[in-house]
């Protein structure tokens, strides 16, 4: 599965590396988005690391990701604004460093999953509770 994937998209663990690592470069530049993870995160590399995983289960489907991501988000001050800023930057940055079947790829999943991560923040604040499901 993860060979077909490969050979279909050109993705692998080493682009999708690239991509995280040009990703938060731009996040971290952002304005916007920039100072909400310089609130969160001190230790860059192992998030860098954590985010490369999560990619790798995500896109190549290598089953390497074993972390919960609705928690952490759910108490972030972010709406739809902050999300849609997000994968703005995250297709610029799949578009330069992937092949535009590989950007489609990763960019298809990031919307889905972004989808997913809006609802459960709204869900949080809603009830108070993070939806962990
Ligand atoms: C508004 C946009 C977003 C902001 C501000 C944001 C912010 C953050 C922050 C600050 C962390 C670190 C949390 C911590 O370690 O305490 C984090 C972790 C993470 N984020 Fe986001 N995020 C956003 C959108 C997304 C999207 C769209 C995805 C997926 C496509 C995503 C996937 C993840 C993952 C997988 C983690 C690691 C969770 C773990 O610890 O295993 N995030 N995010």
Not at 55 to 66: D, P
Not at 82 to 107: I, N, S, Y
Request: aromatic share 8%.
């Amino acid at each position: 599965m993860t060979a077909e994937i490969e050979a279909r998209t050109g993705l692998d663990d080493d682009v999708l590396r690239h991509l995280v690592h040009a990703f938060y470069a731009r996040i971290r530049q952002d304005p916007v988005l920039g100072p909400i993870f310089a609130a969160r995160i001190y230790d860059w590399p192992p998030h860098l690391e954590r985010m490369t995983t999560f990619w790798s289960s995500v896109a190549l489907m290598t089953g390497r990701y074993h972390g919960a991501p609705v928690p952490k988000h759910a108490g972030l001050p972010i709406d739809r604004t902050h999300f849609d800023r997000w994968l703005a930057l995250f297709r610029a940055t799949a578009d330069e460093v992937c092949t535009p079947v590989g950007a489609a790829h990763v960019a298809e999943r990031a919307e889905r999953i972004a989808r997913s991560l809006h609802l459960a923040v709204q869900d949080a604040r809603t009830t108070g509770v993070p939806n962990l499901t």
